[in-house]
């Protein structure tokens, strides 16, 4: 695939996930940079398609304009139904994507990017290497922009707190390999070049 055609197909991407309605700021720039972020892990991993990875970086949680919003601003934690609504959005996303036409790998990304690597995520519970390629590298990625930016119901973490964090989640919410990447790439400071670039 030429530049060209990559420009293209990215910027229909964009495009046709942007296109839902009214965008709230905080979530566009949130997929910008998860997005970002997952492209470059990737292409640091060298084991699976940056482009790819991007562009499920960008469509992760599409699904948030797909449930009730309310619930998505509200401070605090979530319980019961509230908290069932909310998790949906993983399938609603992927729903979504696949009515739309994306590759499936975006789609599977969309469902799959809160579940862990111990099998206690959702919405499926898988665990390990049946978590798909892309939604492990998104799910890292993910909470690292959640840590480092902040929430309206999570402060925003230091580095030395986000960097104790990735450890204590590689192998049980992580994937392991790609938390040790990510760990190196924080660790040499380079996470600030990528966040800025969104």
């Known amino acids: 695939m030429s530049r060209g055609d990559f420009i293209k197909d990215l910027a229909a991407t964009v495009g046709d996930v942007h296109g839902l309605g009214v965008w709230r700021q905080e979530l566009k720039e949130h997929h910008i940079r998860v997005g970002l972020l997952a492209m470059v892990v990737a292409e640091r991993m060298g084991v699976w398609s940056s482009r790819l990875v991007f562009q499920a970086g960008l469509s992760h949680d599409i699904g948030k304009y797909l449930v009730d919003t309310n619930l998505l601003l509200r401070p605090g934690r979530l319980y019961g ?9 993983a399938v609603a996303g992927a729903d979504w994507l696949r009515a739309k036409g994306f590759a499936e790998e975006i789609v599977r990304a969309a469902r799959h990017h809160h579940e862990r690597w111990d099998g206690d995520g959702y919405p499926d519970g898988l ?3 049946r978590i798909p390629h892309a939604a492990r590298v998104i799910s890292v990625c993910d909470a690292l922009d959640a840590m480092y930016r902040g929430r309206h119901y999570a402060p925003r973490l230091d580095r030395a707190k986000i960097l104790e964090e990735l450890q204590k989640g590689a192998g049980t919410q992580f994937d392991p390999d790609v938390g040790e990447e990510v760990l190196k790439f924080l660790t040499k400071g380079e996470l600030m070049g990528v966040q800025n670039r969104a």
């Open 81 to 89: 139904r509230d908290l069932a609504e909310v998790q949906r959005h």
């Open 127 to 129: 665990r390990g290497r």
